[in-house]
């Protein structure tokens, strides 16, 4: 089980970035691992209408990550940061990915947003994105939304993907 640090009384009392970054941390560390244990083909198996697959979701994660936390923060276009233009493309699969190349991926873009948000505080402003000047704390709100609805679209869908290989097996 993963350890789950926004449920233990230190962090109840903590100050707000601390509990932020404590739930932040938790649902990354959910939709990272919830490609462990499952074969290359489970975590492509295409089981709903939109591109969403348990890989395509991480690999979406990572590209919420760098939106949040490199777009809004350095101000660089998606073009420059090497990320797909819309969230529906962040989704596409290519040949080359694979559970470990878009876990690291995930991994690693997940420590450049610790380290980009590192020195702000929670009032301080991001120009970068297309809303205009959002707070930090609106950004880790934000974000944890996201992450949140993913890990639940993940839980279903390897609940789905493992009962249907314990149903062959």
């Known amino acids: 089980m993963v350890s789950q640090p926004s449920v233990q009384p230190t962090i109840f009392q903590a ?4 509990q932020f970054e404590a739930f932040l941390d938790e ?6 691992d919830c490609l462990n244990g499952l074969t290359e083909e489970q975590a492509r198996r295409s089981l ?13 994660a ?15 276009s ?14 596409e699969l290519h040949q080359d ?12 873009t997940c420590a450049a947003s610790r380290r980009a948000t590192a020195e702000l505080t929670l ?12 707070p930090l704390r609106w950004v880790y709100l934000h974000t944890l939304r996201e992450l949140a609805q993913h ?6 869908l390897r609940e789905q993907i493992l009962d249907s290989a314990a149903a062959e097996g």
């Open 15 to 18: 100050p707000f970035r601390e």
């Open 27 to 32: 649902h990354r560390s959910a939709l990272h």
């Open 48 to 60: 709903v209408a939109s591109k969403t697959t348990l890989l395509g979701l991480v690999k979406h």
């Open 62 to 76: 990572t590209f919420v990550e760098k939106v949040w936390f490199d777009e809004a923060i350095t101000c660089r």
């Open 78 to 91: 998606r073009a420059e940061i090497g990320i797909p233009g819309s969230p529906d493309e962040s989704f």
């Open 97 to 108: 990915d694979t559970i470990a190349s878009v876990q690291h991926a995930y991994q690693q």
């Open 123 to 134: 009032d301080d402003l991001l120009l970068g994105n297309r809303r205009g000047p959002l």
């Open 151 to 156: 890990c639940g679209h993940a839980d279903i």
